[in-house]
C-alpha cells in the first residue's frame, strides 16, 4: 500500500480525484500539501498555464485503522483454527505511528513462554501478512496484558548469569523477583541444574529467590 504520492496537474480537484485512485481512498481519508504553483504563457494559443504539484498521504486515523483491521482479521482467524482461547484489543497510537494489539485470555500463556519466543514469531509473521497486503507502513506490536517480556528477558539472563557464577564460584546468588510469574520463571531454569538448590524467601516487594550450591 502507497502512503503517500506527489502528483502534477492543472488543478487541484484533478489532482485530488488521482490522488484518491491511486491511493485508494476517499478525499476525506487525505492530507494535502501544495508543493509548487507554477505560470506559464506558453499554454495553447499562447494563452497562460498553471500547474500545480502536490503531497498526497493518507491520514493517520485511515491507515492505522486498515492495517489494524487486516492484522485483526489474520489473528482471529488464526486463534480460531488452533482454538485458542485469546481476545484481542486495539490501540491506535497515532503520535507513534504505531498500532498496539493488546492479548488476553487463557491461552495466552501459550505464547509468551522462554521469554516470548513464539509471540515474536507472531509479531513478526503479522507484520509480513499485513504488509504482503498493503504494503511497508507502521507497525504492528503485540502486547500480552499484564506481562512485561523485556523485563523476564532481563531476569532470564540474569537468572543464567547466576547459575554459572554460583557453579564457579559456589557462593550463593539472590535473584530478585515480582510476582509468582517471575518466580516460577527462575525456579523453572534452575531446576534442571542438580547441584543448585533454589530457596524463596520474603512477601510481595521483598520476595527473593536465593540460589545456592549444594555439592549433590
Avoid: H
Avoid at 508543493?35 to 498555464?49: A, H
Avoid at 485511515?62 to 482454538?83: G, H, I, P, V
Avoid at 509468582?180 to 525456579?187: A, K, S
Wanted: aromatic share 4%; with cysteine.
Amino acid at each position: 500500500m502507497v502512503l503517500e504520492k506527489e502528483l502534477e496537474g492543472k488543478s487541484l480537484d484533478q489532482l485530488l480525484e488521482v490522488a484518491c485512485q491511486e491511493l485508494g481512498c476517499m478525499p476525506e481519508d487525505l492530507e494535502l500539501e501544495i508543493l509548487e504553483v507554477t505560470s506559464s504563457s506558453s499554454g495553447l494559443l499562447g494563452m497562460p498555464s498553471k500547474k500545480i504539484k502536490i503531497k498526497a498521504k493518507l491520514k493517520p486515523d485511515k491507515m492505522l485503522s486498515e492495517r489494524a483491521n487486516k492484522a485483526l482479521t489474520f489473528l482471529k482467524d488464526l486463534f480460531y483454527y488452533t482454538d485458542f482461547q485469546i481476545e484481542t484489543q486495539t490501540n491506535l497510537l497515532k503520535d507513534k505511528l504505531q498500532i498496539e494489539i493488546l492479548l488476553k485470555g487463557e491461552d495466552l500463556k501459550y505464547l509468551v513462554q522462554n521469554g516470548g519466543e513464539v509471540l515474536s514469531a507472531l509479531e513478526f509473521l503479522t507484520n509480513k501478512i499485513v504488509a504482503k497486503s498493503l504494503g511497508v507502513g507502521p507497525k504492528i506490536v503485540l502486547k500480552p496484558e499484564g506481562i512485561n517480556l523485556e523485563r523476564e528477558k532481563r531476569l532470564i539472563s540474569a537468572v543464567k548469569r547466576a547459575i554459572e557464577k554460583v557453579k564457579t564460584t559456589k557462593e550463593p546468588q539472590i535473584i530478585k523477583v515480582g510476582s509468582q510469574r517471575e518466580e516460577r520463571i527462575v525456579l523453572n531454569l534452575v531446576k534442571p541444574e542438580k547441584s543448585i538448590e533454589a530457596v524463596v524467601e520474603g512477601e510481595g516487594k521483598q520476595k527473593k529467590v536465593i540460589l545456592q550450591w549444594t555439592n549433590s
